[in-house]
């Protein structure tokens, strides 16, 4: 039973790594399920086993992104005590991340207009809005009653500078320069 198990489990996380490159270089609408079948070499029912159609396939590849960005963000965060550096550290790592044509294609240009912006934003919300808010009630420097709208608003603006990366045409200078505006953006919002 295990062995089954095993096997069903390396399909998935298969399936989802190639259908992470075909989202990555096609984009979701240039992305067919015949296409992961023929990348894959797995049947077509193995792919409707784990995953009841496309849109699915897709929220599991951008769960595996969220996931890989999550852990660059707690890396980058590993032994800061206090919040505020460990706020700016991760946000300044969220906005390197826009380097990674994954990163782009999949979270920034495609999920928005998969899922439709509210949910997109909702996932978003779940996996970040929380942190940003806990760091701003440690420090301490911002009112209780607007940790709330502040945490909207860095979150929002770190959003903002990352879509500008995603849709520029030169990403690595457009990132270089988006990185330091948010270090300034930062330092402005929460002191230095």
């Known amino acids: 039973?295990?062995?089954?198990?095993?096997r069903g489990q390396a399909t998935r996380e298969h399936l989802v790594a190639v259908a992470t490159g075909l989202f990555t270089e096609q984009g979701y609408d240039g992305t067919s399920i015949e296409a992961v079948?023929?990348?894959?070499?797995?049947?077509?029912?193995?792919?409707?086993h784990h995953f009841p159609g496309k849109d699915a396939l897709f929220a599991a590849v951008l769960d595996t992104v969220y996931e890989r960005v999550g852990a660059e963000g707690?890396?980058?965060?590993e032994g800061l005590t206090d919040p505020v550096?460990?706020?700016r550290a991760a946000c300044l790592a969220w906005i390197r991340s826009t380097r990674d044509p994954v990163?782009?294609?999949?979270?920034l240009i495609d999920a928005p207009a998969v899922l439709?912006?509210?949910r997109w934003r909702e996932i978003d919300e779940e996996r970040t809005l929380g942190k940003i808010k806990a760091a701003l009630r440690r420090d301490g420097r911002?009112?209780?009653a607007r940790v709330d709208l502040f945490a909207h608003v860095l979150l929002a603006g770190m959003n903002e500078i990352a879509m500008l990366v995603a849709r520029a045409?030169?990403?690595?200078?457009?990132?270089a320069e988006a990185e330091a505006a948010a270090g300034d953006l930062l330092d402005r919002l929460l002191g230095t």
């Open 116 to 118: 439709g912006w509210q």
């Open 103 to 107: 990163v782009r294609q999949v979270m």
């Open 1 to 6: 039973m295990n062995k089954k198990i095993d």
């Open 74 to 77: 707690a890396k980058a965060v």
């Open 37 to 48: 079948l023929r990348a894959a070499e797995v049947s077509r029912g193995a792919l409707y």
């Open 142 to 144: 911002i009112p209780k």
């Open 169 to 175: 045409d030169d990403h690595g200078s457009t990132a």
């Open 85 to 87: 550096t460990a706020l």
